[in-house]
């Protein structure tokens, strides 16, 4: 079964930066799409990023949120069979709990926007952003 772990987050200053890390297990041959969520306090689940990747972690093919795009870059690391998202420029309103996520057999960025189009989720790593 595929499994995702999340690590990286912790505390910076706005303006400051943080990667994010997305290691994910038990791949098959499948195309799959990898996402990042956020959810901060009182909020719904927010679609972050979204990223496929066919025969382990491979892909240049990549969809953001308006609130993200310039400032987060999704990327992939096959060898290490991991998934980044490095936060630049970061803002109060990036605090939350950053999740990564996964679908088997990719459909279309669209649709990857809501969280229930996943199989798979990691359990979580808590980004915050204070001064």
């Known amino acids: 079964q595929v499994q995702l772990v999340e690590s990286g987050g912790g505390l910076a200053q706005p303006g400051g930066s943080l990667r994010l890390s997305c290691t994910v297990t038990g791949w098959s041959l499948d195309d799959y799409a990898i996402g990042w969520f956020r959810q901060a306090p009182g909020k719904g689940r927010e679609a972050v990023t979204c990223?496929?990747?066919?025969?382990?972690?491979?892909?240049?093919?990549?969809s953001y949120a308006d609130s993200v795009k310039g400032r987060f870059t999704i990327s992939t690391d096959s060898a290490k069979n991991q998934v980044y998202l490095q936060m630049d420029s970061l803002q109060f309103e990036d605090t939350a709990v950053y999740y990564c996520?996964?679908?088997?057999?990719?459909?279309?960025?669209?649709?990857?926007?809501?969280?229930?189009?996943?199989?798979?989720w990691g359990q979580g790593t808590q980004v915050t952003v204070s001064s």
């Open positions: 996520a996964a679908d088997r057999d990719f459909r279309s960025f669209t649709v990857y926007s809501n969280a229930r189009n996943y199989d798979y």
């Open positions: 990223i496929r990747s066919s025969d382990g972690i491979s892909s240049d093919a990549t």
